[in-house]
């Protein structure tokens, strides 16, 4: 890793100078994502699951529409 002690002289160089970069992981951020993307897919499917699995056992119940004066919940 390299070691930066004046931010100015380092910015001002031409790229070619420049050794290294300048904060660990570079090249892991293709990974990071990928990664991110089946995680958030999966999160979405899960969550979908559980709320139609929700849905449909409040389906099942068919409560009326005066359901709501008997303010009893179902936790």
Do not use: C, F
């Not at 992981?25 to 979405?44: D, F, H, K, M, N």
């Not at 449909?56 to 303010?71: D, E, F, G, V």
């Amino acid at each position: 890793m390299a070691t930066v002690s004046n931010w100015i002289d380092h910015l001002n160089k031409p790229a070619e100078d420049v050794a290294g970069a300048i904060y660990p992981g570079v090249g892991s951020e293709g990974i990071l994502v990928l990664i991110l993307a089946v995680i958030w897919i999966g999160w979405t499917v899960v969550s979908s699951k559980q709320e139609s699995d929700k849905l449909s056992k409040l389906a099942r119940r068919r409560p009326s529409s005066n359901a709501w004066k008997s303010n009893i919940t179902d936790g």
